[in-house]
């Protein structure tokens, strides 16, 4: 059985999408995130994606209060990414009610920051992003490309107690195309026993489906759901 998460991204409060992580593609869907999160709830959903887009441009959380309302208004199992840059902004994270934080900048550009998380926290509250541009690793809300292999810095990620990657190939974000199977495909053969997350493109049911058949751990649903390509109803089966 795959975790269906479900994924709400902010901006000014706002919950919105974007397309490639472009910010001037931006769709706004709901005003009130809180109501989206206990709509997702009320249809039998575990978890949810917080992603603090204001945050991931500042390199700062910005969204935190959200996340405070959200946690208070649900039972959610939350999982925030989005300028989560240092101590303090993880402290906040998890004091507004997150249960497991991502890092994907802070372990390009600050590693030892994020090793001490690991050591402090633990690989089961601490998540690595992992999100890729031609396979090798994006930053910074996707604006920065790196020259860095994206399965290499899971691996070696994993060799110092990464448990959980949330994984989203930029190229197919947004585009409701399908995601990449063959990325999730080659990272779980390079890191067997990592919880993969996929992230980015899902266009139907079908989508869940297969990387259901891959034992990939969990999916992150966003624009699929706000355009009415998967209802609520049909990802029932997958959470009970």
């Known amino acids: 059985m795959i975790e269906i998460i479900p994924a709400i991204d902010l901006i000014e409060g706002k919950c919105v999408r974007l397309t490639q992580g472009d910010y001037s593609q931006k769709t706004i869907y709901n005003e009130n995130p809180v109501d989206v999160a206990m709509e997702f709830e009320d249809a039998g959903i575990k978890r949810l994606h917080l992603v603090d887009l204001d945050g991931a441009k500042a390199k700062k959380v910005i969204n935190w209060k959200v996340l405070?309302?959200?946690a208070s208004k649900t039972k959610l199992h939350i999982d925030f990414g989005g300028g989560v840059q240092s101590d303090d902004d993880l402290k906040v994270v998890f004091e507004s009610g997150a249960k497991q934080v991502t890092g994907g900048s802070i372990a390009v550009k600050q590693p030892e920051v994020f090793e001490n998380w690991l050591a402090v926290y633990g690989g089961?509250?601490?998540i690595l992003g992992a999100d890729a541009k031609k396979e090798k690793v994006a930053v910074s809300g996707w604006e920065e490309g790196?020259?860095?292999w994206v399965y290499d810095f899971v691996e070696k990620w994993v060799e110092k107690g990464v448990k959980y990657t949330i994984s989203t190939d930029v190229a197919k974000d947004g585009l409701l195309q399908g995601p990449s199977f063959d990325l999730y495909k080659n990272m779980q053969d390079k890191c067997p026993d990592l919880k993969i997350i996929a992230s980015g493109g899902i266009s139907g049911l079908e989508d869940v489906e297969k990387l259901a058949?891959?034992?990939?751990?969990?999916?992150?649903i966003g624009k699929a759901?706000?355009?009415?390509?998967?209802?609520?109803?049909d990802l029932r089966r997958f959470t009970v």
């Open 68 to 70: 405070e309302r959200i």
């Open 124 to 126: 089961d509250r601490i």
């Open 146 to 148: 790196t020259e860095i």
């Open 213 to 220: 058949e891959m034992n990939i751990y969990g999916v992150i």
């Open 225 to 233: 759901i706000y355009e009415n390509r998967i209802s609520l109803a």
